[in-house]
């Protein structure tokens, strides 16, 4: 059982260059997030899905766009990459908000 | 907008009790809930409080005040393997699942 996969895990982009972080979950959740986590910080959504064919905008938005192509998987674009996006991002799938969220390992993104 | 306040780091013994508080300010509440992350690591769920009141899972409790938006995570018989981040998490209108900035927990021998 994969639960949430996240590809790439590491990623170093040149400023302006563009990429999409893929996740799926194979626990048919309803809900899924993406956040990013800097060094030392908590976990900022950016993104979150609560169910196929809905997107809602989280805390950190701007430079990202999301697309929810079924109910397994859930991309995070960055159009063009700014070093002010280096981070970790974590996609994480639930059965509704507030419930247990089972999460990825993660995608260390440097832009340089 | 949401906030969750927790303090940033917490230092305790092996064999202690540390309690990690949690308070929030959201609207649509549904449930509140802790992870755990290791340096490097992915956040892991350790608990969920839909409810007022406490829940129990091994060395590790969970409780919740709704009235007072408040919660706390309580950590018994420590382990050198527990030193790492906790998060709270509140869900709230709209299904989103909002994070506290985490609080930073070394256990010491």
């Known amino acids: 059982n994969a639960g949430v996969t996240q590809t790439p895990k590491f990623q170093v982009l040149k400023t302006g260059q563009s990429m999409t972080l893929q996740c799926a979950q194979d626990?048919?959740?309803?809900?899924m997030y993406w956040y990013r986590q800097d060094p030392g910080m908590g976990l900022r959504l950016i993104y979150y899905?609560?169910?196929?064919?809905?997107?809602d905008k989280g805390e950190v938005p701007n430079g990202y766009n999301v697309s929810r192509l079924n109910k397994r998987e859930f991309s995070l674009r960055l159009e063009s990459a700014a070093p002010s996006q280096t981070s970790v991002y974590f996609c994480?799938?639930?059965?509704?908000?507030?419930?247990?969220?089972?999460f990825g390992q993660g995608t260390r993104l440097t832009v340089v | 907008g949401q906030s969750l306040e927790q303090p940033s780091e917490v230092t305790a013994v092996e064999g202690a009790i540390v309690q990690i508080n949690c308070t929030y300010q959201?609207?649509?509440?549904?449930?509140l809930s802790w992870y755990q992350q290791h340096d490097g690591g992915a956040p892991t769920f350790l608990s969920y409080?839909?409810?007022?009141g406490l829940e129990e899972t091994g060395r590790f409790s969970s409780f919740l005040s709704r009235s007072d938006s408040y919660g706390y995570l309580l950590l018994q018989e420590l382990q050198m393997k527990d030193s790492a981040s906790y998060f709270c998490?509140?869900?709230?209108?709209?299904?989103?699942?909002?994070f506290g900035s985490g609080t930073r927990l070394q256990v010491q021998p």
């Open positions: 994480a799938s639930s059965e509704g908000g507030g419930t247990e969220a089972f």
């Open positions: 959201t609207s649509g509440f549904y449930g």
């Open positions: 409080n839909a409810l007022d």
């Open positions: 998490a509140v869900g709230t209108g709209r299904r989103a699942l909002t």
């Open positions: 626990m048919n959740h309803n809900s």
């Open positions: 899905s609560a169910s196929e064919g809905t997107t």
